[in-house]
């Protein structure tokens, strides 16, 4: 089905052909029409599945059928998503997209000044990304008018509740008028979406693409069981030797990312890391890099779960096991996205195998534990205990120079089970 059959308008067709995209995916041919049409949306996909081209071709579609796009301060629609990367991806969407049309789009979130963002408010836009909390110091200031807002798109809906965003993305939509659009996303849909649901929207339709808790099919899943002490070699052994060749692995710490991404430079494997610790700046540069090749592997923090949207990652490594199963479907979902395949690999030490039952239970699949194949990990070092720790040979000084008929000279040189008890 080409985009022009979902009642798209001409030069919104025309962009989408430029970016390289000639059908629409399943998600986007469900949703597009009824958006178009102005209705509420729930859309539950996997990631990967194109869901945020879901939203914004419905949003450009209104702006092209507008005048005087641009012009006025008054913001036609909002987009609340959890992080930075995403915000900023998804703005990078609605510039390629929207390439032949006469629109201003904004990003706004926190970690950068801003004195450029007042700037760019100033000068009137018609399209808003934000974080929910930079979008509320706006607010506050008084250079956000959302009075008439027209399109509300909430996200990854999900990970903003888990983040604790909720009384934020509350109070902002307090301030748009109930008279709008509200479109909410997500690759789960958890109870409490619900609860917010049901005060935010007008008699939703929901459209689910494929199960909610089952990784795409696209992606082939490996679990392999490993010592905490062999994990960084094993690792080691696998880039060497798997043919990799774009690489996202996943950290539960900032500093556990830090430290595996100095490990594969000290072994000549082209690495950065990314989490929340890393400057705007520093994070833009990692993921362009990444992008671009410079780098074969990016080391991150759940942070880029749901913020990284990069074209023909081939393996995604889980070199900690995810605490929270929902955690695990978009760590892997990084990987195999559209169409494409791709490889997740989760490395299990005993003490994560709790975790993984969770996540088997989430997934309703059983996740075999294998040892990789030729892989045979080198016996751990002996570790020498500091100084200060070695034991110290027993003094018998105290019954040498004591009162020798005294029954407790030197006693408290003796080990207990070694004293008299009298």
């Known amino acids: 089905m080409p985009f022009k059959v979902l009642g798209l308008s001409d030069p919104l067709v025309r962009g989408i052909l430029a970016t390289g995209y000639t059908a629409p995916t399943e998600i986007q041919s469900q949703v597009i029409p009824i958006a178009i049409e102005g209705k509420d949306i729930i859309g539950c996909a996997q990631t990967g ?17 507008q005048q005087h796009a641009g012009k006025s301060r008054a913001v036609k629609a909002v987009i609340l998503t959890p992080t930075r990367e995403l915000a900023l991806q998804i703005h990078q969407c609605i510039i390629d997209y929207g390439r032949f049309m006469n629109f201003r789009t904004l990003t706004v979130y926190g970690g950068v000044n801003i004195s450029g963002q007042l ?30 807002t027209e399109v509300l ?16 993305v509350k109070k902002i939509i307090s301030y748009i008028p109930p008279k709008r659009q509200t479109l909410l996303f997500s690759a789960t849909i958890p109870p409490e979406i619900h609860n917010l649901v049901s005060g935010v929207m007008q008699h939703p339709k929901t459209i689910q693409v494929g199960k909610q808790h089952n990784p795409i099919e696209t992606i082939t899943q490996h679990v392999y069981s490993v010592t905490k002490e062999n994990k960084m070699q094993l690792l080691l052994y696998m880039l060497q030797n798997g043919g990799m060749y774009s690489i996202l692995i996943f950290s539960r710490t900032k500093h556990g990312a830090d430290r595996i991404s100095k490990k594969l430079m000290h072994a000549d494997i082209k690495s950065v890391s990314l989490h929340s610790d890393r400057t705007q700046n520093q994070r833009q540069r990692a993921l362009e890099g990444f992008k671009s090749g410079k780098f074969q592997v990016l080391v991150a923090t759940d942070i880029a779960a749901r913020g990284i949207d990069v074209e023909g990652i081939s393996h995604v490594i889980n070199y900690d096991v995810p605490a929270f199963a929902e955690d695990y479907i978009h760590r892997i979902g990084r990987t195999g996205r559209a169409t494409a395949t791709g490889d997740a690999i989760t490395l299990v030490a005993r003490d994560e195998e709790k975790y993984l039952h969770q996540i088997e239970r989430f997934i309703g699949k059983k996740l075999k534990l294998e040892k990789y194949e030729g892989f045979v990990p080198a016996a751990p070092e002996p570790k020498e205990q500091p100084e200060h720790q070695q034991p110290k040979p027993h003094s018998y000084r105290g019954r040498q120079e004591g009162n020798k008929h005294s029954s407790n000279a030197g006693k408290k040189d003796f080990p207990y089970w070694r004293r008299k008890k009298h």
């Open 49 to 65: 599945t194109g869901k945020t081209a879901a939203f914004v071709l419905p949003i450009l579609n209104r702006l092209s059928h």
């Open 153 to 168: 798109v909430l996200d990854e809906a999900d990970r903003m509740l888990d983040m604790g965003f909720i009384n934020d």
């Open 119 to 148: 700037t760019q408010l100033s000068r009137g836009v018609d399209i808003i990304v934000a974080t929910p909390g930079r979008l509320i110091d706006h607010i506050n200031r008084r250079t956000v008018d959302l009075r008439h």
